[in-house]
């Protein structure tokens, strides 16, 4: 009897809180699991039914899933002081059955084991996106990282609608900084100094790559109207509606190039010819293709 009123009491202990604080940390969880499942998905078949930045929100949702396991651990504390402040014998699960369990419990180390090989088979078969050698073992990896001239393409020319803008003999790169403009011609841009630099494109989707890229300066360019090479861009493309931002610390980065040539190649069609944009430790999506203007700040 007396066992079976402390089994009642750490019983009770322990379920009060459970029922008390499960609704919140299980509402917030799946939004922190399904946002960024959802919209990855989308953004990987390229279809956009949102009008927002979806990188963005998988930050903030990012936030919502942290905060929800800090409450889920909050709400589950005083489960877990119980359990471990009981003696041995009153920590025994009550299941109103008084049958052997079925099987002999699992180890930890059968635990850890099967937990680091799970952990080691999703890397094998996904990492080949950003890991050359592991390609071949990478059968669930977002991209095989081929494609012309040597990396994966996500967009290409015609899906994105520039092939007539793009190679239209009258192309130019307007350069504005306030009342200052100048119009480059692609060979206006090759006449230019330019510069060789070996730079990855690290795409929000997992895949990474690394390329030689040859091209002009993007602080070069902009001396051609005046503006400091620590300047706030907005860059446009030829894409319609695609613009982005290039703040200070990346327009003045000696590595930042307005590419005109890829791997030793002119720059093909599906990588941003005429011209694009590529600059050291920027997502992919910002890495703009097939510009047509650069406009410095006040």
């Known amino acids: 009897m007396a066992r079976d009123r402390v089994r009642r009491r750490v019983r009770h202990r322990c379920v009060q809180p459970l029922h008390a604080g499960v609704d919140p940390?299980?509402?917030?969880?799946?939004s922190g699991l399904?946002?960024?499942?959802?919209?990855?998905?989308?953004?990987a078949a390229q279809w956009y039914p949102w009008s927002f930045?979806?990188?963005?929100?998988?930050y903030a949702v990012a936030w919502v899933a942290i905060g929800s396991v800090l409450l889920h651990v909050a709400v589950k504390l005083p489960v877990v002081r119980s359990a471990l402040g009981a003696a041995p014998e009153d920590a025994e699960p009550v299941t109103g059955s008084t049958?052997?369990?079925?099987?002999?419990p699992v180890s930890r180390r059968t635990l850890l084991a099967a937990t680091w090989t799970a952990a080691g088979l999703a890397v094998l078969t996904t990492a080949g996106a950003a890991v050359p050698w592991m390609r071949?073992?990478?059968?669930?990896?977002?991209?095989?990282?081929?494609?012309?001239?040597?990396?994966?393409?996500?967009r290409t020319a015609s899906s994105a609608g520039v092939l007539p803008a793009a190679l239209d003999p009258g192309w130019v790169l307007t350069v504005v900084n306030g009342a200052r403009e100048v119009r480059l011609s692609r060979q206006d841009l090759l006449a230019l100094p330019q510069r060789v630099e070996v730079l990855p494109i690290a795409c929000v989707e997992g895949w990474s790559a690394s390329a030689t890229w040859t091209g002009v300066r993007v602080a070069d360019v902009l001396a051609l109207v005046g503006a400091v090479p620590a300047s706030d861009l907005l860059v446009s493309s030829l894409q319609d509606g695609k613009q982005d931002r290039l703040p200070p610390q990346w327009s003045a980065d000696p590595l930042s190039l307005f590419a005109l040539r890829l791997n030793?190649?002119?720059?093909?069609?599906?990588h941003g010819y005429p011209c694009r944009l590529i600059a050291p430790n920027r997502p992919g999506v910002?890495?703009?293709?097939?510009?047509?203007?650069?406009?410095?700040?006040a």
């Open 34 to 43: 399904a946002v960024p499942r959802a919209t990855g998905i989308a953004n």
């Open 136 to 154: 071949r073992v990478s059968v669930f990896a977002v991209t095989t990282g081929d494609g012309p001239q040597g990396l994966p393409v996500n």
């Open 53 to 58: 930045s979806f990188r963005d929100v998988h």
């Open 264 to 270: 030793g190649e002119e720059l093909g069609l599906d």
């Open 99 to 104: 049958a052997e369990p079925a099987g002999a």
């Open 286 to 297: 910002e890495q703009t293709k097939w510009l047509s203007r650069v406009e410095a700040q």
């Open 25 to 30: 940390d299980l509402a917030a969880d799946p």
